[in-house]
């Protein structure tokens, strides 16, 4: 079946240092591709995603793109933030002939950033 | 425009009971999903619902089961509840077009569910 996994948190930097989050995934056809963020007490909220292989997702400095070759999803920053503090999940959604597939989600990786 | 919309944010029940969960949609949504989040790990699909039919299914015994309604919000139900199912519970919506289902959903803030 698909699955995605990501790198273990938590993941410790300082403020405005480089981040890489790396997400690899196993999927028959071709998915489209997402990363969200879940703040504490809070609900999920879509951050960037690709559709096809080659695209590259954005959204607040954040950037992901979609390497088939590799199976790779990696979402990078230049400079994190405080604010950027939260647990990170990389996601896939398929398409079969009845439709889309549910999400399925990696484990999540908890970004943890020092002033 | 109004987001996801989840009820109860927090509920306690007792192993054995049965639970209600209730989700609506984001306005112009008509596609509503289920995820299970136990603590600390990613979300995993139970269900999904398009055009008040169920249309994918996860890995979840038949206990778990869901309708959708003519205005496109859902229920979640969950019989003979286990202490496993502790879990905070997601909704979310996205618009299916004809011939190919939308990418992009939206998640509510979820109902933590305990089971004592």
Not at chain 2, 62 to 90: C, H, K, W
Request: proline share 4%; net charge neutral.
């Amino acid at each position: 079946g698909d699955s995605v996994t990501q790198m273990e948190g938590p993941v410790t930097l300082s403020e405005e240092a480089f981040l890489t989050i790396n997400c690899t995934y196993t999927a028959t056809g071709y998915p489209s591709l997402f990363w969200y963020v879940q703040y504490p007490g809070e609900g999920l909220q879509l951050l960037l995603k690709a559709t096809k292989a080659d695209d590259k997702g954005s959204n607040k400095g954040f950037e992901a793109t979609y390497r088939k070759e590799t199976t790779s999803f990696h979402l990078e920053k230049g400079s994190v933030q405080v604010s950027d503090s939260a647990v990170y999940f990389c996601a896939l959604r398929r398409y079969s002939g009845g439709g889309a597939d549910g999400l399925t989600f990696g484990k999540g990786t908890h970004l943890i950033i020092q002033p | 425009e109004t987001g996801v919309t989840q009820s109860p944010t927090h509920l306690i029940k007792t192993r054995g009971q049965q639970v209600t969960l209730r989700c609506s949609s984001q306005s112009g949504h008509n596609t509503v999903s289920w995820y299970q989040q136990a603590l600390g790990q990613g979300p995993q699909f139970i269900f999904q619902y398009y055009r008040e039919e169920e249309n994918g299914r996860g890995n979840f015994p038949p206990r778990f089961s869901g309708l959708q309604f003519p205005n496109y919000s859902s229920e979640l139900n969950v019989n003979a509840l286990e202490l496993d199912d502790s879990a905070l519970y997601l909704c979310a919506s996205s618009l299916a077009s004809k011939g190919r289902m939308g990418t992009e959903a939206f998640f509510g803030q979820g109902t933590r569910l305990t089971v004592v």
